[in-house]
């Protein structure tokens, strides 16, 4: 399968500082990632779809101020939490499909290891 | 609204034993359903169900969908400690989005 890399595995801010987290494709061009988070023992929730190029694509009730979507290359994408608060702490999560899956109808995604992000 | 329940919400077995997960799903335009592994980071991807009545199995796992039912399971035989994990299933709506419910966490005791 396909590689995602996720960068930073986690990490610890302060409250009121903002976190990036960078999504990458390693093997193949995502043209479409997506964004999840997911609560202690809870499921994965997803955020946001981000398209190269383009505006990402909120859920309802995601803050699309707070949590700021990039996505300017075919293997980059970047979520930053702007004024992190400890409510904000969780396990973030990134996936994809390849751009040659681009008219698949059926194909599994492919998830980075994840940011466990703690807010103090 | 779109929504996937799994059930049960956690289960503990001993080695050896045959356990089943349930995940029944209302998703419009379903495409398929997913099965996937999470242990302490990323899911890891086990199958994809498209079609009603097919089993798939690898190893000592399998799956079969019911498209007339909305509902898969996902049965472990000979269950090891290695096999503890939250396992969560997805539905696909459309061409990507992937519903997921809560997971089963499954624990083996040795």
């Known amino acids: 399968g396909a590689v995602v890399s996720q960068h930073p595995s986690w990490v610890i801010c302060k409250s009121g500082t903002s976190v990036k987290i960078e999504c990458r494709s390693l093997?193949?061009?995502?043209?479409?990632m997506f964004w999840y988070r997911q609560f202690p023992k809870q499921s994965l929730m997803l955020m946001a779809t981000s398209n190269e190029g383009s505006k990402a694509t909120y859920e309802q009730g995601v803050e699309k101020d707070k949590f700021l979507i990039n996505h300017a290359s075919l293997t980059l994408s970047t979520l930053t939490v702007t004024s992190a608060h400890p409510e904000d702490s969780s396990f973030y999560i990134c996936?994809?499909?390849?751009?040659?899956?681009?008219?698949?109808?059926?194909?599994?995604?492919?998830f980075g290891q994840g940011t466990r992000l703690t807010v103090v | 609204e779109d929504k996937v329940v799994q059930s049960p919400l956690s289960l503990v077995v001993h080695e050896g034993d045959t356990v089943t997960l349930n995940c029944s799903y209302e998703v419009t335009n379903f495409r398929s359903l997913l099965w996937y592994k999470q242990e302490k980071k990323a899911p890891t991807f086990l199958f994809m169900l498209t079609s009603s009545g097919i089993e798939k199995k690898s190893g000592r796992l399998s799956s079969i969908l019911d498209k007339k039912e909305l509902f898969s399971i996902l049965n472990i035989t000979a269950t090891q400690t290695g096999d503890s994990a939250v396992y969560l299933c997805?539905?696909?709506?459309?061409?990507?989005?992937?519903?997921f419910g809560t997971g089963t966490r499954l624990k083996v005791l040795a």
């Open positions: 996936s994809t499909k390849g751009i040659q899956d681009k008219e698949a109808l059926n194909t599994e995604a492919f």
């Open positions: 997805a539905g696909i709506r459309g061409t990507y989005k992937y519903i």
């Open positions: 093997d193949f061009q995502a043209t479409t």
